[in-house]
């Protein structure tokens, strides 16, 4: 399937939010990191808004997307619904920072809570029977994700911020979510091992005959060494890169600045890449044409 | 009631003369194909040389399968895919947002985007030829007398062709040649159930679900 960039940059932006407000959440239950939440919050805000503007450009008739909260069991509705969600915990966040009053537990706790239910309707939109590759590992894929991008670019913030407490914490929280990230990938990988696709032998289509045949013995070809290749090797890589980053900037909390950086790009090459690596599998079961 | 199309795969001659008069009575863009045929095959048969003439061939005339659990309704987030009060599916442009996960949900393929209108599209089966007694198009202008149109709540004895030189309507199970119930076939079902079946007699069908 040709790569949908609007959609890419969607999802991509929808796990930088909800893994920093996760983040952030974690961060408000652990009393840390009060001085840097407003510029984290506004980064989340901002990474919203962006994936909001991607996922615009991905629609034909944008001047009708009311008519997108029309259908409950769609997944473009959920993510609708999951959006206003969290923009209006945004601007709860807003006004409880503002007023420098002390963030309650419960608001961190529902925030954590519509974070993770976000990345799964997320995750839902793209859960088709029809294409082997899109199956629930998705939602282990888009979870991993969150769980990279939001501690990396808290991480990003704290050190910039040179807020020590919070980069030790946002260091240690990128090595497990990256950790989990790469183990996320893995599932996908197996999953994909086990698809399977309708068999033809041989066919053609008559108003394409120049158009050879597609034959799919297993997805694992397309990602070791098929097409997908790169994006599949690159992206596992880049998030061993992040790990090593994040392993060896703990001991250099304070200094982490180079290593922060690297993870970061790191982090969102990994994000990018594997996204058009879904779209590269994304075969029907279907493949006469 | 489900409005469906049986194909007897056996008399159909890939003139493509369907897929022809789909586009020309659906105005069909430029590089849609509302329906669709292919060639399946040639593909050896079992315990033959792989030369021919041990090989068959069928064609395969795809659009929409108007199915019974259709995903392509489940995703829609406007409701413009929808199942019609006769069990086909329809879509409504003036909700349709074009943001073309039907098109991804469906498994055969069938949907297309019309760049003009700046929405998705697919086989009606022929909605408005259908609410004035007529046939829709790929039933009429089937020049093997391949494809029958009727409810698949009402059995095989519901399904209809075209008009023979008398003026009489053909129906399907008295003009076809005999065929067995395990002679019908589906194209492949994730779970969607697609209402539209293909009659295969006396060659394997490829691509599963039997």
């Not at chain 2, 049986?6 to 105005?27: E, F, H």
């Not at chain 2, 863009?29 to 329906?35: K, R």
């Not at chain 2, 019609?84 to 947002?97: F, R």
């Amino acid at each position: 399937m040709e790569t949908q960039w609007p959609l890419v940059i969607f999802t991509f932006f929808v796990c930088v939010t909800c893994g920093l407000l996760g983040s952030m959440s974690v961060l408000a239950l652990k009393g840390q990191g009060r001085d840097l939440q407003m510029t984290a919050l506004v980064a989340s805000a901002v990474s919203l808004v962006i994936g909001g503007i991607g996922s615009f450009l991905h629609l034909q008739h944008w001047e009708r997307i009311f008519n997108g909260f029309g259908h409950i069991t769609s997944g473009i509705t959920q993510e609708l619904i999951g959006c206003v969600v969290l923009a209006i915990l945004i601007v709860v966040w807003f006004v409880m920072l503002r007023g420098g009053k002390k963030l309650p537990v419960g608001l961190s706790a529902v925030t954590l809570v519509a974070a993770v239910a976000m990345v799964c309707a997320t995750a839902h939109s793209y859960l088709m029977a029809a294409i082997p590759a899109w199956s629930w590992a998705l939602v282990v894929f888009y979870l991993g994700n969150a769980l990279m991008m939001g501690p990396v670019v808290l991480w990003g913030i704290a050190a910039i911020k040179r807020d020590q407490e919070v980069e030790k914490t946002a260091i240690g929280m990128s090595l497990i979510g990256a950790a989990a990230s790469l183990v996320a990938d893995l599932v996908y990988t197996a999953v994909c091992a086990t698809a399977t696709f309708a068999n033809y032998g041989h066919y053609a289509d008559p108003t394409s005959m120049t158009t050879a045949p597609t034959h799919i013995d297993s997805l694992m070809d397309i990602m070791v060494a098929g097409d997908g290749a790169v994006n599949f090797w690159v992206s596992l890589v880049c998030v061993a890169v992040v790990i090593a980053c994040a392993a060896v900037a703990r001991k250099k909390v304070g200094a982490s600045v180079p290593f922060m950086a690297v993870a970061v790009v790191a982090a969102a090459v990994a994000s990018i890449l594997f996204r058009v690596l879904i779209y590269q599998l994304g075969y029907s079961v279907f493949l006469l044409y | 009631m489900t409005k469906a199309i049986i194909t007897d795969v056996n008399r159909c001659v890939g003139c493509l003369a369907c897929s022809v008069a789909c586009k020309a009575v659906n105005s069909v863009p430029i590089g849609n194909y509302w329906n669709k045929v292919v060639r399946v095959g040639p593909n050896p048969i079992p315990g033959g040389s792989g030369q021919y003439p041990d090989v068959y061939m069928y064609f395969l005339p795809i659009s929409c399968q108007h199915c019974e659990n259709p995903e392509c309704v489940h995703v829609c987030p406007t409701e413009a895919s929808h199942v019609a009060e006769d069990g086909t599916i329809q879509i409504d442009k003036e909700k349709c947002i074009g943001c073309q996960f039907c098109v991804m949900a469906c498994p055969y393929g069938v949907r297309y985007l019309n760049e003009e209108e700046k929405v998705v599209e697919k086989c009606t089966l022929c909605e408005q030829k259908l609410l004035q007694g007529e046939l829709p198009q790929c039933v009429s202008q089937c020049g093997g007398n391949a494809r029958w149109v009727g409810d698949t709540d009402e059995g095989l004895d519901s399904f209809v062709g075209s008009f023979d030189s008398a003026g009489n309507q053909r129906k399907m199970t008295e003009f076809l040649e005999p065929f067995e119930e395990s002679d019908i076939y589906h194209l492949p079902d994730v779970g969607n159930k697609p209402s539209f079946s293909y009659i295969l007699r006396g060659q394997h069908w490829e691509g599963g679900d039997e």
